[in-house]
Nanobody
Framework: EVQLVESGGGLVQAGGSLRLSCAASGFTSDDYTIGWFRQAPGKEREGVAC????????FYAKSMEGRFTISRDRATNTVYLQMNDLKPDDTATYYC?????????????????????????WGQGTVVTVSS
């Protein structure tokens, strides 16, 4: 069973940076794609970015390009989300999710709302709060 554990959230002032981590385990295949999603209070879950662990290929939601960078450590199956120049609108719970099908994750990143059942596994989330 795939398990995903997010960490790195916290309280940061506007303009600051945070790096989130998603530690993955229990893979049953050698080719997973992991995506980052977020859900602000009272809003629908939305996609941020994803990365294919095997190749390092990345895909970003259009609105997330520029300030967010996704990367991975292949040796530890950990995926990172570097967030710079944070704004109060970035306040949300950030989730990572995994699937063996790259296309499924890319579709989820672009979907509104994101449907949890479309991807194999989800983490419990880490909370990011950006103060103005």
């Amino acid at each position: 069973e795939v398990q995903l554990v997010e960490s790195g959230g916290g309280l940061v002032q506007a303009g600051g940076s945070l790096r989130l981590s998603c530690a993955a385990s229990g893979f049953t295949s050698d080719d997973y794609t992991i995506g980052w999603f977020r859900q602000a209070p009272g809003k629908e879950r939305e996609g941020v970015a994803c990365i294919r662990l095997k190749t390092g290929s990345t895909f970003y939601a259009k609105s997330m390009e520029g300030r967010f960078t996704i990367s991975r450590d292949r040796a530890t199956n950990t995926v990172y989300l570097q967030m710079n120049d944070l704004k109060p609108d970035d306040t949300a719970t950030y989730y990572c999710a995994a699937d063996t099908i790259l296309g499924a994750v890319i579709v989820a990143i672009q979907s509104s709302p994101v449907r949890l059942k479309d991807l194999d596994a989800w983490g419990q989330g880490t909370v990011v709060t950006v103060s103005s």
